[in-house]
């Protein structure tokens, strides 16, 4: 059974920065893409940032420059590294595994920026 634990949300002055973890119980979890989503509230869940299995990665314009998503096969982890962050920033951030077209989520962590 696949599960996910994101960690890493909290209050944060515009701009400041955190860093999000999401860890995973799995197998062979190099073979797995995983993405970042947001949603803040009555709004959709949108994808933030992704990376592929081989390391590419791709970023949701609103976020390109001060967002960065990076993996750690090693320890089973992405990481998503928020820099200059924004009001509208403001959401619950949730990984995404995905593999042969099976999608796993974590239950999200919330990242509040306020001034």
């Known amino acids: 059974q696949v599960q996910l634990v994101e960690s890493g949300g909290g209050l944060v002055q515009p701009g400041g920065s955190l860093r999000l973890s999401c860890a995973a119980s799995v197998n062979n979890f190099m073979v797995y893409a995983v993405g970042w989503y947001r949603q803040a509230p009555g709004k959709q869940r949108d994808l933030v940032a992704q990376i592929s299995t081989g390391g590419t990665t791709n970023y949701a314009d609103s976020v390109k420059g001060r967002f960065t998503i990076s993996r750690d096969n090693a320890k089973n982890t992405v990481y998503l590294q928020m820099n200059s962050l924004k009001a509208e920033d403001t959401a619950v951030y949730y990984c995404?595994?995905?593999?042969?077209?099976?999608?796993?989520w974590g239950q999200g962590t919330q990242v509040t920026v306020f001034s």
């Open positions: 995404k595994m995905t593999r042969l077209g099976y999608n796993y």
